[in-house]
């Protein structure tokens, strides 16, 4: 690596903190044509008083699955989450950029949808 080049791979890496309802959520707008959008960090909060499962999805318009079972059928992962529950993926925390947790394709957004009540979602990622 000459001129001064570190093999450092810079990444703008974003956050995105919404509460969620069943009516489902974009997370964020959609992935820039040519890109990929990179998830390396996802935090649910169940905010529901009971058990309930919890879809992170890739839709193909800001609007989102609206039921269980297309939510299931477009899910990057799925939660099962006891009354107020917290999950962190990966556990320990965000972790290198390196290791992302999935992809979201271009013109796709990255949405999320609960089956019974809000959850408050927290997400790293990245577009490249």
Not at 14 to 37: D, E, H, N, Y
Not at 96 to 110: R, V
Request: glycine share 8%; aromatic share 8%; charged share 15%.
């Amino acid at each position: 690596m000459g001129n001064g080049e570190t093999g450092v791979k810079k990444v703008d890496l974003k956050t995105v903190r919404k509460l969620i309802t069943t009516a489902g959520t974009s997370l964020a707008g959609p992935v820039p044509a040519g890109m990929q959008r990179w998830v390396t960090f996802v935090r649910i909060v169940n905010q529901h008083v009971g058990i309930q499962k919890l879809w992170i999805c890739s839709t193909p318009a800001a609007m989102t699955a609206t039921t269980p079972a297309a939510a299931s059928a477009a899910a990057k992962m799925s939660f099962y989450l006891q009354a107020l529950e917290r999950e962190n993926v990966p556990e320990r925390g965000p972790t290198d950029h390196k290791y992302p947790l999935f992809s979201i394709a271009a013109d796709k957004y990255l949405t999320a949808q609960p089956a019974l009540g809000n959850a408050s979602v927290f997400v790293q990622y990245y577009d490249e």
